[in-house]
Nanobody, 126 residues
Framework: QVQLVESGGGLVQAGGSLRLSCAAS????????MGWFRQAPGKEREFVAT?????????YYAVSVKGRFTISRDNAKSTVYLQMNSLKQEDTAVYYC??????????????????WGQGTQVTVSS
């Protein structure tokens, strides 16, 4: 059983940056593909970014964040990061990290992830 804890959310002005962290425990972190999702009020949870297990050679992003967000992982620290630059008001949401142990390098569907964190709020003001 893997436990995931997100941190780093907060209030930032449009154009600013934030870095989210997700610390994992209870499993072998390098075995999991990791993903970030977000959910805005009244909307469904949506995919943001994913990184493959082990060395994290493969990454994939939602069109809406590509070029602005970067996902990375530090297996020694059992942590995955989401660097968010050039933030926009439409990035406002609760951000969740998730872990998948099925072995696929790229995992974008909510239903394919096995473990979820509790979420961290990101609010982008004008």
């Amino acid at each position: 059983q893997v436990q995931l804890v997100e941190s780093g959310g907060g209030l930032v002005q449009a154009g600013g940056s934030l870095r989210l962290s997700c610390a994992a425990s209870g499993g072998t972190f390098s075995n999991y593909a990791m993903g970030w999702f977000r959910q805005a009020p009244g909307k469904e949870r949506e995919f943001v970014a994913t990184i493959s297990r082990s060395g994290g050679v493969h990454t994939y992003y939602a069109v809406s964040v590509k070029g602005r967000f970067t996902i990375s992982r530090d297996n020694a620290k059992s942590t995955v990061y989401l660097q968010m630059n050039s933030l926009k008001q439409e990035d406002t949401a609760v951000y969740y990290c998730a872990a998948d142990d099925a072995g696929w390098p790229i995992v974008t569907a909510t239903r394919d992830y096995d473990y979820w964190g509790q979420g961290t709020q990101v609010t982008v003001s004008s």
